[in-house]
């Protein structure tokens, strides 16, 4: 027997999805967007499912700060009443896999719906592996970033030394690409990109982990206390705001560090450890000093 694909539920309803013949199944229900992220920082799951419903809708759930986690190890599956065209296609954009209505949302067809976005996953998961970078920014890809960590993690192991991973969530890219179109949103994902890479040394690596998720490898470190030090240039240069199609678009960030070796002593395990800090704002007294840091100068 297969081992049973790991399932998050975010709803008013657990549903009953032992008897589907798409399993097996282990459902987790969870009662709030702060205790699904919890769950998914504690364990990756296979899928997602979250009631719209129960979360305040297409819009709440597309501004959740989670979901780019959530979406990078997952396959999310959304059930609304009766999702509209323009709110599927949002909530795609963002990362879900499938949008399912409400009065479809019976045990076998979510069944059937979860393992074919499970599946469809894997497929994209296989697929990035054959491409070493992000198409829209020219970035190196998760995947790439993590051989690279690898490979230097295996360095560390006979020569060590300190070295971190950065993740920044930036906020202010789904609002763009609702307001401006996707285009405009690429460019901006470009013009951050290019802004990140302007503050580094030519030593640090800089990825795309998501549309609005970038990720920066620290590969060498005089100490742990660069590692905020350059976080907070990182901060102060994301808070600026990029001009797009004639406009200026604001954008902030929320940041996470990861040091090895303390914080993990495998590319995944950092990596994990990183992307939870910034999705749940975890250094958000960062983004004061470093806001303040920038006023001074």
Aim: glycine share 8%.
């Amino acid at each position: 027997m297969s081992a049973p694909f790991q399932i998050a539920c975010l709803g008013p309803r657990t549903p009953d999805l032992v008897t589907s013949a798409f399993g097996p199944f282990v459902v987790q229900a969870c009662a709030s967007l702060a205790e699904l992220d919890a769950c998914l920082h504690a364990q990756p799951r296979d899928a997602v499912l979250v009631d719209l419903s129960a979360v305040g809708g297409a819009e709440r759930l597309v501004q959740w700060p989670g979901l780019a986690r959530a979406v990078l190890e997952s396959a999310l599956v959304a059930v609304g009443p009766e999702p509209l065209p323009a709110e599927c296609l949002r909530l795609l954009h963002a990362g879900v896999r499938d949008v399912l209505p409400a009065r479809e949302a019976q045990p076998e067809t979510l069944g059937r719906v979860l393992r074919l976005a499970i599946e469809r996953q894997r497929l994209d998961d296989t697929a990035r592996r054959a491409y070493s970078i992000d198409l829209a920014t020219g970035l190196p890809n998760r995947q790439q970033l993590l051989e690279h960590m690898t490979h230097l993690l295996a360095l560390r192991e006979r020569e060590p030394a300190a070295m971190a991973l950065v993740v920044l969530q930036l906020d202010g890219f789904r609002g763009a690409e609702g307001t401006l179109g996707a285009e405009s949103a690429n460019v901006l994902r470009r013009k951050a990109a290019v802004r990140l890479r302007s503050s580094l040394r030519a030593s640090d690596v800089v990825a795309a982990l998501a549309p609005d998720m970038f990720a920066v490898l620290l590969a060498w470190l005089d100490s742990d206390d660069d590692a905020t030090h350059v976080a907070r240039k990182l901060l102060a240069a994301a808070n600026q705001p990029l001009r797009v199609a004639g406009q200026d678009v604001p954008v902030g960030a929320r940041l996470g560090v990861a040091r090895y070796p303390a914080d993990g002593k495998d590319a995944q395990t950092l990596l994990r450890h990183a992307v939870g800090q910034a999705s749940a704002g975890a250094m958000g007294l960062l983004r004061g000093q470093a806001t303040a840091a920038n006023d001074e100068g």
